[in-house]
């Protein structure tokens, strides 16, 4: 199925979940992820499955000074 992730088009299987998705994306630290313009809380990351069409925005949160 197809989503749009950070505004680039990609092909995912279907039942991936918000957890699968950044597991795949190789992402290991903190991040916070809007899909379809709605916050999607961690502890939902396992349990959210994405659909065809969902919009997806993962910003890596970096600490600094």
Not at 4 to 15: K, V, W
Not at 46 to 64: Q, R, Y
């Amino acid at each position: 199925m197809n989503i749009a992730i950070n505004g680039e088009n990609r092909e995912i299987d279907d039942g991936t979940t918000v957890a699968i998705l950044l597991k795949g994306l190789a992402l290991t630290g903190p991040v916070a992820v809007e899909l379809n313009q709605e916050i999607c809380p961690k502890k939902s990351h396992a349990k959210t499955t994405l659909s065809p069409n969902d919009t997806v925005e993962v910003v890596t949160i970096v600490g600094g000074g």
